[in-house]
């Protein structure tokens, strides 16, 4: 069973960089599998921020594209996020998942989740 | 962007009766859709994929229909541990752009 595992900070200030890293346990980045981030804001829902395949191959939602990168390190078995010039809009519980890429689809779901870290913006 | 969204927010009912959650896409997604069941204070847990697919684990109380832009989720008889928020989402972008829909609370009655 894949084990997925958030760190890094609770509390960032506003304008500066998001960065959030993912261990993975009892399985391997390497697996052919996309890894990714899912964040939620408090009481609403869920929106997917992209995901990384440990080829370097991204995807990204084009809400966060400009200010977002999610890579994958093979070497430490995990992968990362960072956003940019983050606001207090960013609040949210952010959660490391693995993406699922089923035969004949074009897009992933979401298999397996991290426990999610809550980042608060403020200064 | 497909947009997705999931009818009602809020479902009451009793524990023992059937729930029905809807989930409608802006555009057809044929069957590439996933649902999602998330408890408080919890990381969501993978329900069904490819509409009606349940996924490892799954009890057989939940079922999954749909194609197309209507979707819907069945809990037949609702236990203590279902009541949580469902959540749909598609996979039918490319490139890859997964979207969720609001979620559905489904409370105790």
């Known amino acids: 069973q894949v084990q997925l595992q958030e760190s890094g900070p609770g509390l960032v200030k506003p304008s500066e960089t998001l960065s959030l890293t993912c261990v993975v346990s009892?399985?391997?980045?390497?697996?052919?599998?996309?890894w990714g981030w899912v964040r939620q804001p408090p009481e609403k829902g869920l929106e997917w921020i992209g995901s990384?395949?440990?080829?370097?191959?991204?995807n990204y939602n084009p809400s966060f594209k400009s200010r977002v990168t999610i890579s994958v390190d093979t070497s430490k078995n995990q992968f990362s996020l960072k956003v940019r010039s983050m606001t207090a809009a960013d609040t949210a519980v952010y959660y490391c998942?693995?993406?699922?890429?089923?035969?004949?689809?074009?897009?992933?779901?979401?298999?397996?989740w991290g426990q999610g870290t809550l980042v608060t913006v403020s200064s | 962007e497909i947009v997705m969204t999931q009818s009602p927010a809020t479902l009451s009912v009793s524990p023992g009766e059937r729930a029905t959650l809807s989930c409608r896409a802006s555009?057809?997604?044929?069957?590439?859709l996933a649902w999602y069941q998330q408890k408080p204070g919890q990381a969501p847990t993978l329900l069904i994929y490819?509409?009606?697919t349940r996924a490892t684990g799954i009890p057989a109380r939940f079922s999954g229909s749909g194609s197309g832009t209507e979707f819907t989720l069945t809990i037949s008889s609702l236990q203590s541990e279902d009541f949580a928020v469902y959540h749909c989402q598609q996979y039918n972008s490319w490139p890859p752009m997964l979207t969720f829909g609001g979620g559905t609370k489904v409370e105790i009655k």
């Open positions: 555009q057809s997604i044929s069957s590439n």
């Open positions: 009892d399985s391997s980045v390497n697996t052919g599998h996309h």
């Open positions: 490819g509409a009606s």
């Open positions: 990384s395949h440990a080829t370097g191959n991204t």
């Open positions: 998942v693995r993406h699922f890429h089923p035969d004949g689809s074009t897009g992933f779901y979401v298999d397996h």
